[in-house]
């Protein structure tokens, strides 16, 4: 690789590796796998920048990069144990309640199924298009939507019931 495209490469890398980081945590529940994840997305995007169209975006692919990468991590036997469950109440305890919140919505995202969990980070945390989702999860456009829908159908059901509980 040219001198060039290594500091090219480097920048981006260096300006992505936080925000890929924080959805590749959500998508998993983990910070050790988001990292990984992360990781190996950037190693990904490493080996063909040369061959990106970068006309097409850059983020999009490293977004795609990372979400086979979670997936990949998923499917590894020793990765099949739950993580996080849903119905245990978060142990880290704020005046303002915000860390409580966010811990429960990231104890509900990891309940859903891998796909639902992909399709709504990536379309309401990531903020990526329908069509970006879609060809990054690699599935119709119209299956964006019905995952999305599901995933936070059962968002809400998951985080009424924690409510419920709660008081």
């Known amino acids: ?62 977004h795609q990069c990372l979400v086979t990468a979670v997936f990949d991590q998923g499917r590894k036997p020793w990765r099949r144990e ?3 469950d849903v119905h245990e109440p978060p142990q880290v305890h704020d005046s ?19 796909g639902q969990r992909a399709c709504v980070v990536l379309r309401h945390y990531a903020d990526l298009s329908l069509e970006q989702t879609a060809e990054i999860v690699g599935v119709s456009v119209g299956g964006v939507k019905s995952q ?7 968002l809400r059901e998951l985080l009424d019931q924690t409510e419920r509980s709660a008081s």
């Open 1 to 62: 690789m040219r001198s060039a495209d290594e500091a090219e490469f480097t920048e981006f890398a260096g300006s992505m590796i936080r925000r890929l980081r924080r959805t590749a945590y959500l998508m998993c529940g983990d910070w050790h796998r988001a990292e990984d994840a992360a990781q190996d997305a950037l190693v990904k995007v490493y080996r063909r920048w040369n061959r990106i169209d970068r006309s097409q975006g850059l983020n999009g692919y490293a």
């Open 82 to 84: 739950r993580l996080i």
């Open 96 to 114: 303002v309640g915000s860390v409580n919140d966010r811990m429960l919505v990231v104890q509900a995202l990891a309940s859903l199924p891998p």
């Open 148 to 154: 999305t829908s599901r995933g936070l159908a059962q």
